[in-house]
């Protein structure tokens, strides 16, 4: 086993600085220089501030806007703070947990008083909490069904509101891969400024 | 949901073609011969070992091949325990982290030393980025490249006759390392960062309206943690985060990567062995025990949760909404890309997720916890998957030979006394550290404490932690506070027994094998690439799997699964 030791120690310092740094290091630079855009977190600005991440969900509560999915995330000290992006993280409840019936029920009963017209169907994704509390996205179903609210609240048609929600669903990847949905952010920033956008790039 | 059957079917297609290529690099690279990566890499491999003190052809019994294993990773035990110790003084740490309690310093280096990477701490809150990548990437590396040198050494018993070395540990750590692992998670990194995942060094970055994003070097972190199975998140909720899985696509890379080396290496048994069908028998055992799991899962989560039936809600799945179980999981994933991920990574040992199992149907959150329970040999983790497997194998031949009143043989070596006893270790230790770890758990206080579902459920969460810690899976029924001395050090008493307690009888069985002469086939020997030796094979492991945990599961899922109609 004495034998050994010298092989191991300089394996394992060599391992080190090639695993551990040429190679985040070398990855890092490369990632930097062919997709800045990503590897900084797919960031989108307006007027040269930031106004967040097209992967990362934000809490939207007027009515005027579209409201993404529950989360769970919670502050330093543990208490709820919805779409925390520095502590990822759901809600555990199980499937048989009262807890998570109440909450569902609850998150009902908020969407009917804020629409005392969308007495449809709730789809699920609307009122379950995502896996890591920043999904950004809901289910089309999600965004026609607050269709009503928002159009109400903005004092706009309802079918401009709907053909906007449809102009932003994006399909299964490869036609098969994953569910299709609605950026929930973009969204809402297009109904802010239609021509947002459009500005943006021209500028 | 109208994807998930499509999905899972171009998985396993895509999986198994992959296989093939990869399988025989591999084979390639262990055996020594000239890759295409060999004009780049082959004078950093030759400098490595001048610098060690070491010749290539030096050969290994099976107690130094276990020595050096076990030294480097004890190596990798303290650096990273020192680095999670002092990271508040290190570079690295724009977000300015505090030095880690020792308990989970302690716990946190055991699970990644020992390829589990159970996680009883949040990434974004609690690890420098030098940790990350100094600490935790490197021993994603080692504890993979662990896993393919066990094998090596366990297949060189099986083919080497007459012989007493096992190959050279610190060549096929290296060689593993270099030709196989650093160059696929180069290249699935990258592929990472293209669709969203994030690779940088800097600052959390504070929006307009004062959200905070968590930063840092997900994507290489990313790749090898899925390809070298070992599943340790960069942020606290794995791959359900979108910076550290971004779209549909980057979910269907990760889940690919986490059974491709697994898969492949069944093919490089094959080569290895000179018989490809031998290869071909194991790979076509795990995938059979796959695909059913995956359909169990996938039709539990896609049918959805009937505790919330009478609310108003519909979990039914249509055009424009994936339906079903939606708690804890991504809706751009939706119950189909959760359902297949949670199969792949507990049949795997990777142990990472992309959805909260804590919130699966109870059924589906069964399928996970037994897969993790039969061993880890459905596919399995890198090299330790088909070591396992090839222990369920020597079990079966064993089996089939008392059937027939003759000494078994596997691939022309005689099983006697010593080998069974070496394989009944492996596979049985891990099953003990779950149940007696569970048993106490259920008795002391302290540990029932940090349960947070109420009724069976509860019990699960603690199964479950035991049975990912003692298989070194790493996922976990989050929900449990693993966070407390009791399951840090329980927990990693665990880890170490499921990692050392096979590695060593495994080695100790190679090491007796490649002593045996040869022994040719006759009238009586078992043929091993039989469908029919796949079917005992199959039963074994599921019988080993039923008979121990049958009790335990009735009395979490089961019991959860029979109840949830009644919650009100």
Redesign the interface.
């Known amino acids: 086993m004495d034998s050994q030791f010298r092989p191991a120690l300089v394996l394992f310092i060599a391992l080190s600085a090639l695993t551990g740094l040429a190679y985040p290091l070398g990855v890092t630079g490369l990632a930097q220089a062919v997709f800045p855009h990503q590897a900084e977190g797919s960031l989108i600005r307006r007027d040269g501030q930031i106004i967040g991440s097209e992967w990362i969900g934000q809490s939207f509560t007027a009515p005027r806007d579209f409201w993404g999915r529950p989360s769970a995330t919670v502050d330093a000290q543990g208490k709820p703070l919805p779409y925390n992006g520095a502590n990822s993280g759901g809600s555990n409840l199980a499937p048989s947990s009262p807890d998570l019936r109440r909450a569902v029920q609850d998150r009902v009963a908020a969407l009917r008083t804020a629409d005392p017209e969308a007495t449809g169907p709730v789809p699920v994704d609307l009122v379950t909490a995502s896996g890591s509390g920043l999904d950004p996205h809901i289910s089309p179903a999600s965004a026609l069904f607050q269709a009503h609210r928002v159009a109400l609240a903005r004092g706009l048609d309802e079918t401009t509101v709907r053909d906007l929600v449809t102009t932003h669903v994006e399909g299964p990847q490869w036609g098969i891969l994953g569910e299709p949905r609605v950026n929930v952010l973009k969204l809402n920033l297009a109904l802010d400024d239609p021509f947002g956008a459009k500005s943006h790039k021209s500028r | 949901?109208t994807?998930a059957w499509?999905?899972n079917l171009?998985y396993l297609a895509l999986l198994l073609s992959l296989a093939y290529p990869l399988g025989t690099h591999m084979a390639k690279v262990l055996e020594g011969g000239r890759t295409l990566l060999h004009p780049i890499l082959r004078p950093l491999e030759r400098g490595?070992y001048r610098?060690?003190?070491?010749h290539e052809d030096d050969e290994m019994g099976w107690k130094?091949y276990a020595?050096?294993i076990t030294?480097?990773k004890l190596?990798?035990l303290a650096?990273v325990f020192l680095l999670m110790k002092t990271q508040a003084a290190l570079p690295l740490n724009p977000e300015r982290q505090a030095n880690v309690a020792s308990g989970l310093s302690f716990n946190t280096a055991v699970s990644f030393i020992t390829n589990t990477n159970w996680q009883a701490y949040?990434g974004?809150?609690t690890l420098s980025y030098l940790t990350q990548?100094?600490?935790l990437?490197?021993q994603?590396?080692?504890s993979a490249a662990t896993g393919i040198a066990v094998l090596a050494a366990l297949v060189r018993g099986i083919t080497r006759r007459s012989a007493a070395g096992l190959g050279n540990a610190?060549v096929d750590?290296?060689r593993s390392?270099l030709y196989i692992l650093?160059p696929l998670?180069?290249a699935l990194?990258?592929f990472l960062?293209?669709?969203?995942?994030?690779?940088?060094?800097?600052a959390?970055?504070?929006?307009?309206?004062g959200?905070?994003?968590?930063?840092g070097?997900a994507?290489?972190?990313v790749?090898?943690k899925m390809l070298g199975t070992n599943g340790g998140g960069f942020?606290?909720?794995n791959a359900?985060?979108?910076?550290e899985n971004?779209?549909?696509?980057s979910?269907?890379a990760q889940m690919l990567s986490i059974l491709l080396i697994p898969a492949a290496l069944c093919v490089t048994f094959g080569h290895m062995v000179k018989d490809r069908r031998q290869g071909w028998a194991l790979l076509a055992a795990m995938t059979v025990m796959f695909v059913g799991a995956l359909a169990v899962c996938t039709q539990a989560e896609v049918k959805?949760?009937p505790?919330?039936d009478g609310?108003?809600?519909?979990?039914v799945a249509?055009?424009?909404?994936?339906?079903?179980?939606?708690?804890?999981?991504?809706?751009?994933?939706?119950p189909?890309?959760?359902a297949l991920w949670a199969t792949a990574t507990t049949a795997a040992s990777n142990g990472s997720?992309?959805?909260?199992h804590?919130?699966?149907?109870?059924l589906g959150g069964l399928v996970p916890l037994w897969l993790m329970q039969l061993g880890e040999v459905v596919f399995g983790g890198v090299g330790s998957g088909l070591y396992g497997m090839l222990m369920f194998a020597l079990v079966a031949v064993f089996i089939g030979g008392l059937m027939v009143g003759r000494t078994p043989e596997y691939l022309g070596k005689k099983v006697e006394a010593f080998e069974m006893k070496m394989a009944s270790i492996a596979i049985l230790l891990p099953c003990a550290a779950v149940l007696i770890g569970t048993a106490i758990s259920v008795l002391v206080p302290a540990a029932v404490a940090s349960v947070?579902?109420?009724?069976?459920?509860g019990f699960?969460q603690i199964l479950y932690a035991w049975s990912s810690a003692s298989n070194n899976n790493g996922s976990a029924?989050?929900?449990l506070n693993a966070n407390t001395p009791f399951y840090n050090d329980g927990l990693a008493v665990a880890m170490l027994l499921g990692r050392f307690g096979v590695i060593w009888p495994v080695l100790a069985l190679a090491g007796s094998l490649v002593k045996k002469k040869h022994t040719p086939e006759g009238l009586g020997t078992l043929p091993t690439h039989t469908p029919l030796f796949v079917g005992v094979l199959v039963g074994v492991v599921l019988l080993v799997g039923a008979l121990t945990f049958i009790p335990a599961l009735a009395l979490g899922p089961v019991a959860?699964h029979l109840?949830?109609r009644s919650?009100?």
């Open positions: 949901m994807h499509s999905q171009l490595l610098l060690m003190g070491i130094a020595w050096s030294l480097i190596l990798g650096a949040s974004e809150t990548m100094l600490g990437t490197v994603n590396f080692i610190w750590l290296v390392t650093l998670s180069f990194a990258l960062v293209s669709q969203g995942v994030i690779q940088n060094l800097s959390y970055l504070h929006t307009a309206g959200q905070v994003l968590a930063m070097p994507a290489s972190q790749a090898i942020f606290g909720a359900a985060h979108p910076f971004s779209s549909p696509l979910n269907f959805g949760n505790a919330l609310l108003g809600v519909t979990q249509s055009l424009d909404q994936p339906g079903g179980n939606m708690e804890g999981k991504e809706l751009r994933f939706g189909g890309g959760s997720v992309n959805a909260m804590d919130s699966f149907t109870p947070s579902n109420p009724g069976p459920h699960s029924f989050a929900g959860e109840t949830l919650i009100r």
